[in-house]
Structure formats: structure tokens, C-alpha cells
């Protein structure tokens, strides 16, 4: 491992620490527990109970039926007041999405119903028949096996409907309230008396960690020998799940919404900028690529995420980079020419932050502050003039680094825009689409800043900064955390904030090495007694 990375992750470990305000020695109990039973960790977390994500909901029902092509639902977006959509806190049911689940069940069951031949074979269509369905797939839905109170329910509403309307209403009709049932619609885990989640809840919580989707058969099958009891079986099952393109999946479910991809789709330009539907599909693929070939396919680490020359292009997105376009329908890794580094000089990073008329230094900088080095600043004062910075015609040509500091000049204004505006400002050689432009307006581009105290002369030199910095190294660290604890902060837990920092800079870095040491970790499982 290089020097300078061995000190940053070594750095890394002790800023993610003191930034989530732990401490690892001297400290016993929690508020929580007078008693001091949790030792020096803290109590074993227990995960509240909490429903499917929409993204969990769609991938589960998904695998479910894997044999037959399923009807689109439509569901209300899910809130996503950390930046992830699996916030256990903010995922309260609606009467509107009850309604959606309702209509949703409906269009799915009626497919099964439809394509019965191939997702239950049965010499007869039967009371036993119905039972054999029952028995395949409402364990799975429920992601543990069916208590006899349950079994018998489904099969009294099935045979009733068989009685009343034949087999294939039945079939339907069972399906539905199986995909309506509070069982599979949340995560509800069943905790004994020693705080000890059962198997299939073990094995829940690694599949939608890893993959955003419900345990697969060797999974089910592990829960059932009781096979995930000890970190080794447990490591055992996340090593194979690593290998699985599932797991590019659930990489990205977390990466794109960190990263916010979706802000793309958000965004107007002016006609002149040509961000047609295909050009928005390239630039978001482009992005989608890098991460998933560069990041995970090939064990990038945050220095690989700003500092990487690699990229992809395809025919629409060529010209953004000035570089000869593959052949249409195609793409084609490439190094970047010299005037760019990394995922925050892409073209897809760029025009998702820039405003119709010219580039955003402020969503820029706050991406930066937010995303990279966990920097809150909260909302604007009340009255603050919200409106995009434009030129003044009785001040001449103007810069849009004039422009901002004209507008955000005002001391109230500066609390906040003194932070933002000197990192954006390194990204003004780059226009609203991220295209390189040699002038502003016809004067000089002025790309110096400032970052945690440091001068820097443009983009090239904020990314190197930032990629050696151990606030960047905390802060995707607690990210990460952040979405596999379902919105639920870390700080209770201090040895499992210290031991994924630990096993993080173990991996040398590497991302897919922060998701597997959070994966493998005994109290994320909840496997470890309370006094470890």
C-alpha cells in the first residue's frame, strides 16, 4: 500500500471517530444501560422495524416471481431526508401508498394468475395445489418460514376462494394478500430474550445490505442449518455474495443515491445546450459505468472516485470532453484529457449541478461540503434572496465568480457562502454542461479557492487535496453507515464505528471493502452477546 494512503487511512480511523464525538477507552454504558451490560461497545443495536424502500420493494417482488415479467407499479417516491431511501424514521405508510400497495398487488397477482404454468406446476388445480404455492412462496416473501397460524390462514383464504370462484381467482386472490401482508411489506425482526436475531433475519439483513433484495435459496438455506451463527459462516456468505452481480446492484443503490444521479433528470438547460432525453441517458449511463467498473468492479477507493483519469464515452458524449466519438450505440473506456481527473469532472457530475445560463459554484460547493466532508450549513435564512446570480448591464462584462460575490456578498450571506462559493469556485473552467471554456463572458476565469483553511489553484487541486484528506475518508465512511443502519447514526455503537473504520483502511480503501467490513461485522448482524 503507498505511504501517503496508509496515513490517510490510518488518519481516517481516528477523524471518523472523533467526528461521530466517540470514545474508545473510559467510556462504559449507555444512558440507555445503567447497568453497564454492554460493556465498552454499547448495547447490541436493534433495528427498528421498518418498510420495504420502493427500490427493496420493486427487487424483492422482482425475485420473488423470477420465472415470469412483471407489471411496473407505481409508488410515491420514498423521503429521502439523509439522502438514502431506506430512512427507517421516514418510512411511515401513507393512505395514498396503502391505496398504491393495494393496486400494485393487484396488477402483479393478476400476471401470476396468468402465467400459473410457470410459477407452480401442479397435476391438479387443487386445495393441495394451492397449498404447494403457499408453501413456495409465502416463506420467501415473508423472508422466514410461516408460522401455522399463517399457513392456515392463507390456505383458508385460498380454499375458500376456490370454492366461491375456481382455482385461478384463488391463486390471484392468495397472492394478493400475501404481498399485502405487514410480513412482507416491512422488515419486522424477531428478537429473543438475549437480544439474538433469528437466522433469517441475519440473512435479511446481508441481502438487502448487499443486495437490495430479499435472501436467495443458499441463503434461505443457511438460516434454516443455522449456518450464519458465527462470523466465519457469516463472512463465508458475504464473500459469495460479493461475487454475485447482485451485489453490483446493491452498490449502486447506495452510490447513486450518495452521489444523488437522479439530480440529472432535475436540472433545465437552455435549448442551445442540446441535454436532450438521449444525451440525459448517456451522461447518466457514463456516470453508472465509471462507478460500477472503476469503483467496484475494480476496488476503487475515494482516491480512484476524484482523482481516477479513467472515464467512458459514448457517441453523445464525446464532444463534452473533445475526444473522438465511438462508433453510435457503443461506448469506450478512455483517460480523460489532461484538464480533468475524477467523478467531479465528469460531465454528468457537472451538468447536474449547474444552472440553465452558467455553472452553479454554490450546488457545486455545497456537493463538496455535504457529500464529501459531511459539512452541514442548514437551510438559508428566511428572506434571503434566492434567485440564480445574473450580470449587471450597468457594470459591464462580469464574470459569474463576480456575480457571486456580488449577490452573496452580504454578511448574512457570508456566514455560510464564505465556505460554499471559494469550492465551487475551482470549478469554473467548466460550463453548465461541463464543457471546458477558455473565458467567461470574454474575461478571465479565476479558479483559485479555498477548502478547510487550504489555498487551492483550481479543481485538480481541490480533488488531490480532498482525496488525501481524512474528513473525506470519515465522512463515506459514516455514509455508509448511515444507509446500512437504515438512517440510524452510529455513534451508540462505538466498537462498530471503530472496527469498519479499521477494516476500511484494511482494504487499502476500496469501497467494496467498506461494504464488506460494515457486512461481515458481528454487532451489524447482531450476532455477538451484548457483553463482547
Known amino acids: 500500500m503507498p505511504q501517503r494512503r496508509t496515513r490517510s487511512l490510518t488518519s481516517a480511523r481516528a477523524a471518523l471517530v472523533a467526528a461521530l464525538g466517540l470514545t474508545l477507552a473510559g467510556c462504559w454504558g449507555t444512558i440507555a444501560d445503567p447497568g453497564n451490560t454492554g460493556g465498552e461497545c454499547g448495547l447490541v443495536p436493534l433495528p427498528a422495524p421498518r418498510r420495504l424502500s420502493h427500490t427493496e420493494y420493486r427487487n424483492t417482488v422482482r425475485d420473488l416471481f423470477p ?108 397472492t394478493q394478500v400475501i404481498l399485502q401482508s405487514p410480513a412482507f411489506l416491512y422488515k419486522v425482526e424477531t428478537v429473543g430474550p438475549d437480544r439474538q436475531p433469528s437466522p433469517y433475519d441475519v440473512a435479511s439483513r446481508l441481502s438487502y445490505l448487499l443486495w437490495s433484495t430479499m435472501p436467495d435459496d443458499e441463503l434461505f438455506a443457511a438460516a434454516a442449518s443455522s449456518s450464519l451463527a458465527t462470523p466465519a459462516q457469516v463472512e463465508a456468505q458475504v464473500d459469495r455474495m460479493l461475487a454475485d452481480p447482485r451485489a453490483l446492484d446493491g452498490f449502486m443503490v447506495f452510490a447513486s443515491q450518495w452521489l444523488d444521479l437522479a439530480r440529472l433528470d432535475r436540472v433545465s438547460k437552455l435549448p442551445a445546450d442540446g441535454l436532450t432525453g438521449s444525451v440525459r441517458d448517456a451522461l447518466r449511463e457514463e456516470a453508472r459505468r465509471f462507478l460500477a467498473e472503476i469503483i467496484f468492479a475494480r476496488g476503487g477507493t475515494i482516491d480512484d472516485l476524484l482523482t481516477s483519469p479513467r472515464a467512458f464515452i459514448s457517441a453523445e458524449t464525446a464532444a463534452f470532453y473533445g475526444l473522438p466519438a465511438p462508433a453510435a450505440g457503443t461506448w469506450a473506456e478512455v483517460e480523460l484529457p489532461a484538464e480533468r481527473k475524477g467523478f467531479l469532472m465528469q460531465a454528468q457530475f457537472l451538468a447536474s449541478h449547474g444552472h440553465p445560463n452558467n455553472p452553479s459554484p454554490v450546488l457545486r460547493g455545497l456537493f463538496v461540503l455535504g457529500d464529501l466532508m459531511c459539512v452541514e450549513l442548514g437551510s438559508p435564512p428566511a428572506g434571503v434572496d434566492m434567485s440564480i446570480p445574473e450580470g449587471d448591464p450597468q457594470m459591464g462584462p462580469t464574470t459569474n465568480r463576480q456575480n457571486y460575490d456580488r449577490v452573496t456578498g452580504a454578511d448574512l450571506c457570508q456566514t455560510c457562502h464564505s465556505i460554499i462559493n471559494p469550492i465551487g469556485f475551482t470549478f469554473e473552467r467548466f460550463d453548465t454542461m461541463g464543457r471546458v471554456r477558455s473565458d467567461d463572458n470574454g474575461l478571465p476565469i479565476d479558479t483559485s479557492g479555498t477548502v478547510a483553511g487550504a489555498t487551492v489553484a483550481d479543481a485538480h487541486a481541490l480533488v488531490e487535496v480532498r482525496a488525501a484528506s481524512p474528513q473525506v475518508e470519515s465522512c463515506v465512511t459514516r455514509k455508509y453507515m448511515l444507509y446500512a443502519l437504515a438512517g440510524t447514526d452510529a455513534t451508540d455503537d462505538r466498537c462498530l464505528t471503530r472496527d469498519v473504520a479499521d477494516g476500511f483502511a484494511a482494504s487499502g480503501g476500496s469501497l467494496v471493502g467498506l461494504m464488506r467490513s460494515i457486512a461481515v461485522h458481528p454487532r451489524f448482524n447482531g450476532i455477538v452477546a451484548e457483553a463482547n
Open 67 to 174: 420465472t415470469i415479467t412483471l407489471p411496473s407499479v407505481e409508488l410515491v417516491p420514498d423521503p429521502t431526508p439523509r439522502g438514502f431511501d431506506n430512512d427507517a424514521e421516514a418510512l411511515q405508510p401513507s393512505a395514498l401508498l396503502v391505496n398504491q400497495y393495494n393496486v400494485a398487488a393487484a396488477r402483479i397477482a393478476e400476471r401470476v394468475r396468468q402465467r400459473r404454468a410457470d410459477v407452480i406446476d401442479c397435476a391438479a388445480a387443487d386445495s393441495a395445489c394451492g397449498a404447494a404455492f403457499i408453501a413456495a412462496y409465502a416463506p420467501r416473501a415473508y423472508r422466514r418460514p410461516l408460522a401455522a397460524s399463517e399457513q392456515a390462514t392463507l390456505q383458508q383464504v385460498f380454499d375458500g376462494y376456490l370454492a366461491a370462484a375456481g382455482f385461478d381467482v384463488a391463486l390471484e386472490l392468495t
